[in-house]
């Protein structure tokens, strides 16, 4: 077994987040195995920058796990016991990025995970200690003899053509025991490439993806509305089954994939779900003026929950806390809310002396309505200062562009003006006029060409 990171290895970034988690060394399996595509696509992601890749690795598995076990403690009753739970079958669960976080809510002999990857299912088995099956590219060629109080599926149903989204629905909800709960995540229209526009029916696949080895004809990208889920399900459990209750949680993973969850019984009341979401954070300016002073500005909201602060962090030492409550009408629009109008923050952070810009690490927590801290942001100061200026001169190439566009139809629509004007009645009438003029002797004949 090859490893891209082991659990002895030193990344400052990792460290702290699991401090943050309150995870002492060991506590979760921090092995990521050499064939983890995850870990490639984030370091693409990151211009192969390792800490980074690590720290997002790591953070998106916790916070992907940390979602999940949210809506399980709804569903088994108990904050912090899941003892209910006899069996969970993580589905497509890759090399274990949010199984290792998921054994600390459910006890690993009581998980199984299933993927494509053998040698996935092979690597979880043996560092966590969950049970592995073999998972098949079609519906139909899955066996699996268990049976499962709940099933989580994240990063599957975004990637499967129209046919295979349905079947694998039939084929999970057969895995499902009375009383149970199937979550899986999908791809909403939001988050669809620009120009880019939703058919109909509420269905696009495209035969692209991240994944290196699985065929895009298989494996591509799919993003779904709600109406086709809805009758997606309906097809998979069939005429004759007594109907499932479905209830979608928007863009709950990441702020990226909706999450909808399915349970086998009609007219499930899901309003005593208090779902709190994953907070979005953007450094809009980071300067660091001539005193030694660190000034931050931007915005944080979240879609279900809320947000009440942004902590600055170097090393361990907070540097400062910035009320989110400065007003953002573009951010209000964007989320499609008055909520969150209040949504903007500013910080003002004095660095200690001798500080390095290069290597002490910068951490950005947003604190939840709920008190709970998220890490959303990590790296060095001077991290932070370059990602800034790359995000201005993004801006900027974004208004110059606005601007050429603006100026390119105008230039058009002047010169449809002028063609228009031309070819009038008035016009050629003014032409014939200016060349008898010229032939007369009263002008030039350079008039009439005007």
Same mark, same amino acid.
Request: with cysteine; proline share 4%.
């Given at each position: 077994?090859?490893?891209?990171?082991?659990?002895?290895?030193?990344?400052?970034?990792?460290?702290?987040?699991?401090?943050?988690?309150?995870?002492?060394?060991?506590?979760?399996?921090?092995?990521?195995?050499?064939?983890?595509?995850?870990?490639?696509?984030?370091?693409?992601?990151?211009?192969?920058?390792r800490d980074s890749a690590l720290f997002q690795y790591f953070r998106s598995g916790e916070s992907i796990a940390g979602s999940l076990v949210q809506v399980l403690r709804?569903?088994?009753?108990?904050?912090?016991?899941?003892?209910?739970?006899?069996?969970?079958?993580?589905?497509?669960?890759?090399?274990?990025?949010?199984?290792?976080?998921?054994?600390?809510?459910?006890?690993?002999?009581?998980?199984?995970?299933?993927?494509?990857? *053998?040698?996935?299912?092979?690597?979880?088995?043996?560092?966590?200690?969950?049970?592995?099956?073999?998972?098949?590219?079609?519906?139909?060629?899955?066996?699996?003899?268990?049976?499962?109080? *709940?099933?989580?599926?994240?990063?599957?149903?975004?990637?499967?053509?129209?046919?295979?989204?349905?079947?694998?629905? %039939?084929?999970?909800?057969?895995?499902?025991?009375?009383?149970?709960?199937?979550?899986?995540?999908?791809?909403?229209?939001?988050?669809?490439?620009?120009?880019?526009?939703?058919?109909?029916?509420?269905?696009?696949?495209?035969?692209?993806?991240?994944?290196?080895?699985?065929?895009?004809?298989?494996?591509?990208?799919?993003?779904?509305?709600?109406?086709?889920?809805?009758?997606?399900?309906?097809?998979?459990?069939?005429?004759?089954?007594?109907?499932?209750?479905?209830?979608?949680?928007?863009?709950?993973?990441?702020?990226?994939?909706?999450?909808?969850?399915?349970?086998?019984?009609p007219g499930m009341d899901f309003s005593s779900l208090a779902f709190q979401g994953e907070p979005q954070l953007f450094v809009e300016r980071a300067v660091l003026d001539?005193?030694?002073?660190?000034?931050?500005?931007?915005?944080?909201?979240?879609?279900?929950?809320?947000?009440?602060?942004?902590?600055?962090?170097?090393?361990?030492?907070?540097?400062?806390?910035?009320?989110?409550?400065?007003?953002?009408?573009?951010?209000?629009?964007?989320?499609?809310?008055?909520?969150?109008?209040?949504?903007?923050?500013?910080?003002?952070?004095?660095?200690?002396?001798?500080?390095?810009?290069?290597?002490? *690490?910068?951490?950005?927590?947003?604190?939840?309505?709920?008190? %709970?801290?998220?890490?959303?942001?990590?790296?060095?100061?001077?991290?932070?200062?370059?990602?800034?200026? %790359?995000?201005?001169?993004?801006?900027?190439?974004?208004?110059?562009?606005?601007?050429?566009?603006?100026?390119?139809?105008?230039?058009?629509?002047?010169?449809?003006?002028?063609?228009?004007?031309?070819?009038?009645?008035?016009?050629?009438?003014?032409?014939?006029?200016?060349?008898?003029?010229?032939?007369?002797?009263?002008?030039?004949?350079?008039?009439?060409?005007?």
């Open positions: 077994m090859t490893l891209a990171f082991r659990p002895d290895e030193s990344n400052t970034r990792v460290s702290l987040l699991l401090a943050d988690l309150g995870l002492a060394p060991g506590e979760v399996d921090l092995a990521v195995d050499a064939r983890d595509e995850m870990l490639e696509f984030l370091l693409k992601a990151h211009r192969g920058d709804w569903r088994f009753g108990g904050v912090s016991d899941l003892g209910r739970i006899q069996s969970l079958l993580d589905f497509a669960s890759g090399y274990g990025r949010v199984t290792r976080f998921l054994v600390r809510a459910v006890p690993s002999t009581r998980v199984w995970v299933a993927d494509v990857y *053998a040698e996935g299912v092979r690597f979880q088995a043996e560092r966590l200690g969950v049970h592995g099956v073999v998972s098949a590219i079609r519906p139909e060629d899955f066996v699996c003899a268990e049976r499962f109080d *709940a099933i989580l599926v994240t990063s599957l149903f975004t990637h499967l053509p129209e046919e295979r989204f349905v079947a694998w629905l %039939r084929v999970l909800l057969g895995l499902l025991n009375p009383g149970g709960l199937l979550a899986f995540s999908a791809h909403p229209p939001e988050v669809l490439p620009a120009g880019v526009e939703m058919p109909a029916n509420g269905f696009l696949f495209a035969p692209i993806s991240e994944s290196g080895s699985l065929d895009t004809c298989d494996y591509g990208s799919t993003w779904v509305t709600a109406d086709f889920v809805r009758s997606a399900l309906e097809r998979a459990t069939g005429p004759e089954a007594p109907g499932a209750s479905l209830h979608r949680i928007e863009r709950a993973l990441c702020n990226f994939q909706d999450l909808y969850l399915v349970v086998p019984e001539s005193s030694g002073r660190l000034e931050l500005a931007g915005w944080t909201a979240v879609r279900n929950g809320s947000v009440r602060e942004v902590e600055v962090w170097l090393d361990a030492e907070r540097l400062g806390t910035a009320p989110v409550d400065g007003e953002r009408g573009d951010v209000a629009v964007f989320f499609g809310g008055p909520c969150h109008l209040r949504s903007g923050w500013t910080c003002s952070c004095e660095l200690p002396a001798g500080v390095s810009r290069s290597s002490a *690490a910068l951490r950005l927590r947003v604190v939840d309505g709920g008190d %709970r801290g998220h890490v959303l942001w990590a790296g060095s100061i001077a991290d932070l200062l370059l990602a800034a200026c %790359r995000l201005e001169t993004e801006q900027l190439r974004s208004w110059l562009r606005q601007v050429r566009a603006a100026l390119a139809e105008e230039r058009a629509r002047h010169k449809s003006e002028v063609a228009a004007m031309r070819a009038s009645r008035f016009w050629k009438l003014r032409n014939v006029w200016f060349r008898f003029k010229a032939k007369v002797g009263w002008a030039d004949a350079a008039e009439a060409d005007e």
